[in-house]
């Protein structure tokens, strides 16, 4: 069973200036002594005499030494660009790790491979971790928990196409974040990627009272801020709820009745300031831009102090996403903070209604042709354009397989079937997994 993705994502990378960096390691100054030849009397003549008897000689001599000369300074230049050559092809392979990016489970078949381009296998190494013993995840997603008999859903693992990603390494991924501060932003989908990454590395902590909610708050999506310490490595993961990333305000002044609020599409959510100075940056947006939850709830666009009503949610998201990277190029430190954008999820209802849900047992053969969702490219573009590297989490397609892995009649409200959300553990550890590798490793992100 295979199913092959075409997805880009853009990471843009820093590089070496290369000449510069060898022009600045090689120096060299001309010592005086390389300028002049000291000629002593003979037989008591002296350097006048000497020179003017003998002119051809002495010639000779001081063309001999300047040939000498050249040739050293050539041979050690020579040594210099070879050496400062070899430094900077090698540093790229080397950086990672000392930035502390870098796990001893990579190899070398990760370089250069797509890891967006590939297959679901079965793998019993799966799941990772059990819902039922992870106080963070919540209740509506542990669909075991929740009376769903099958655990089939729990064993696919995605296979990149010409790689391996690397196998979950708790114990270096919590060393590795001893110290950070890593931060969610987004909507459910985003909690749920939360949710899934304390679980994972819970794992590897012994005294499991040392991981807790910083204000002691129940998980639950009514809450705009969570976060949960790893109080043993000092490290947060942290989430912020803002599904739009842009301002939802209030109805404005001489709107039309059918206008109950409004999303400012050139302002960034009030809570942006709380984002900043975070080790790792993590948007995600998509599932709130649809007319259920925009118009057919009263909420229209606007861009200053006017209203949009005749405008395309393709267009609206389009200007949101703008305002999300002036934002990001004018606030964030690169230097101190990796940014990271996951695409569009994709769901899998049975009608647009978006009431009828058919679970699967196992994935689809094939993609169900809505995973190339218009707002996949409007991402692309706008991250293409940033003047920062920004890293795509491209995981639309290799999601959009998985119609086996939605919480489906198992969720919390079975009166209320979800075939958006995923069960946990799922489909969203694997974007975890993704999400590690491009973190710690090249993970062949290339916009074309």
Same mark, same amino acid.
């Given at each position: 069973?295979?199913?092959?993705?075409?997805?880009?994502?853009?990471?843009?990378?820093?590089?070496?200036?290369?000449?510069?960096?060898?022009?600045?390691?090689?120096?060299?100054?001309?010592?005086?002594?390389?300028?002049?030849?000291?000629?002593?009397?003979?037989?008591?003549?002296?350097?006048? $005499?000497?020179?003017?008897?003998?002119?051809?000689?002495?010639?000779?001599?001081?063309?001999?030494?300047?040939?000498?000369?050249?040739?050293?300074?050539?041979?050690?230049?020579?040594?210099?660009?070879?050496?400062?050559?070899?430094?900077?092809?090698?540093?790229?392979?080397?950086?990672?790790?000392?930035?502390?990016?870098?796990?001893?489970?990579?190899?070398?078949?990760?370089?250069?491979?797509?890891?967006?381009?590939?297959?679901?296998?079965?793998?019993? $190494?799966?799941?990772?971790?059990?819902?039922?013993?992870?106080?963070?995840?919540?209740?509506?997603?542990?669909?075991?928990?929740?009376?769903?008999?099958?655990?089939?859903?729990?064993?696919?693992?995605?296979?990149?196409?010409?790689?391996? =990603?690397?196998?979950?390494?708790?114990?270096?991924?919590?060393?590795?974040?001893?110290?950070?501060?890593?931060?969610?932003?987004?909507?459910?989908?985003?909690?749920? *990627?939360?949710?899934?990454?304390?679980?994972?590395?819970?794992?590897?902590?012994?005294?499991?009272?040392?991981?807790?909610?910083?204000?002691?708050?129940?998980?639950?999506?009514?809450?705009?801020?969570?976060?949960?310490?790893?109080?043993?490595?000092?490290?947060?993961?942290?989430?912020?709820?803002?599904?739009?990333?842009?301002?939802?305000?209030?109805?404005?002044?001489?709107?039309?009745?059918?206008?109950?609020?409004?999303?400012?599409?050139?302002?960034?959510?009030?809570?942006?300031?709380?984002?900043?100075?975070?080790?790792?940056?993590?948007?995600?947006?998509?599932?709130?831009?649809?007319?259920?939850?925009?118009? *057919?709830?009263?909420?229209?666009? #606007?861009?200053?102090?006017?209203?949009?009503?005749?405008?395309?949610?393709?267009?609206?998201?389009?200007? $949101?996403?703008?305002?999300? $990277?002036?934002?990001?190029?004018?606030?964030?430190?690169?230097?101190?903070?990796?940014?990271?954008?996951?695409?569009?999820?994709?769901?899998?209802?049975?009608?647009?209604?978006?009431?009828?849900?058919?679970?699967?047992?196992?994935?689809?053969?094939?993609?169900?042709?809505?995973?190339?969702?218009?707002?996949?490219?409007?991402?692309?573009?706008?991250?293409?354009?940033?003047?920062?590297?920004?890293?795509?989490?491209?995981?639309?397609?290799?999601?959009?397989?998985?119609?086996?892995?939605?919480?489906? #009649?198992?969720?919390?409200? *079975?009166?209320?079937?979800?075939?958006?959300?995923?069960?946990?553990?799922?489909?969203?550890?694997?974007?975890?997994?993704?999400?590690?590798?491009? =973190?710690?490793?090249?993970?062949?992100?290339? =916009?074309?």
């Amino acid at each position: 069973m295979s199913g092959i993705e075409i997805m880009s994502s853009y990471r843009k990378s820093k590089s070496l200036n290369r000449s510069s960096s060898i022009n600045k390691t090689i120096l060299f100054g001309r010592s005086k002594s390389f300028n002049r030849t000291t000629l002593s009397p003979l037989n008591g003549g002296s350097p006048k $005499a000497l020179s003017a008897a003998s002119p051809r000689p002495n010639r000779l001599s001081c063309v001999s030494q300047w040939s000498r000369m050249l040739i050293v300074i050539g041979l050690f230049v020579s040594f210099i660009i070879f050496f400062a050559g070899g430094y900077i092809y090698v540093l790229p392979s080397l950086s990672p790790e000392f930035l502390g990016y870098s796990l001893s489970v990579f190899n070398n078949s990760m370089v250069g491979c797509d890891i967006f381009n590939g297959s679901w296998v079965l793998d019993d $190494a799966y799941p990772l971790y059990n819902a039922s013993e992870c106080p963070f995840a919540e209740q509506g997603f542990n669909c075991l928990g929740n009376g769903r008999s099958d655990n089939d859903y729990l064993k696919w693992r995605w296979k990149p196409k010409h790689c391996d =990603l690397p196998r979950f390494d708790v114990y270096s991924i919590l060393e590795r974040f001893r110290n950070k501060r890593i931060v969610f932003v987004g909507d459910s989908m985003s909690r749920t *990627q939360w949710e899934s990454l304390i679980c994972l590395l819970m794992t590897g902590v012994e005294d499991k009272k040392s991981v807790y909610e910083v204000n002691g708050n129940n998980i639950t999506k009514r809450i705009r801020f969570l976060g949960v310490r790893f109080s043993s490595f000092n490290f947060t993961i942290e989430f912020f709820r803002s599904v739009f990333l842009v301002q939802h305000g209030l109805i404005p002044r001489h709107a039309p009745r059918r206008v109950t609020s409004t999303l400012k599409l050139d302002k960034l959510d009030n809570i942006s300031n709380e984002w900043l100075h975070a080790d790792i940056l993590i948007f995600n947006t998509g599932q709130w831009w649809v007319p259920g939850k925009l118009f *057919q709830v009263g909420c229209y666009f #606007q861009v200053g102090n006017s209203l949009k009503l005749g405008m395309s949610i393709r267009t609206a998201f389009r200007l $949101a996403l703008g305002t999300w $990277a002036a934002w990001v190029e004018r606030s964030i430190d690169t230097n101190k903070t990796r940014v990271f954008f996951r695409t569009f999820e994709p769901s899998h209802w049975s009608d647009q209604s978006h009431r009828l849900c058919n679970v699967t047992q196992n994935p689809m053969t094939e993609p169900n042709g809505r995973e190339h969702h218009a707002f996949l490219d409007r991402v692309l573009e706008v991250i293409k354009n940033m003047k920062i590297p920004i890293t795509v989490l491209n995981i639309t397609s290799l999601s959009s397989f998985r119609s086996d892995a939605h919480v489906g #009649q198992w969720n919390d409200n *079975q009166s209320a079937p979800d075939c958006a959300h995923w069960c946990l553990p799922g489909v969203p550890d694997v974007w975890n997994e993704i999400f590690f590798s491009c =973190l710690f490793h090249d993970c062949g992100l290339h =916009l074309q």
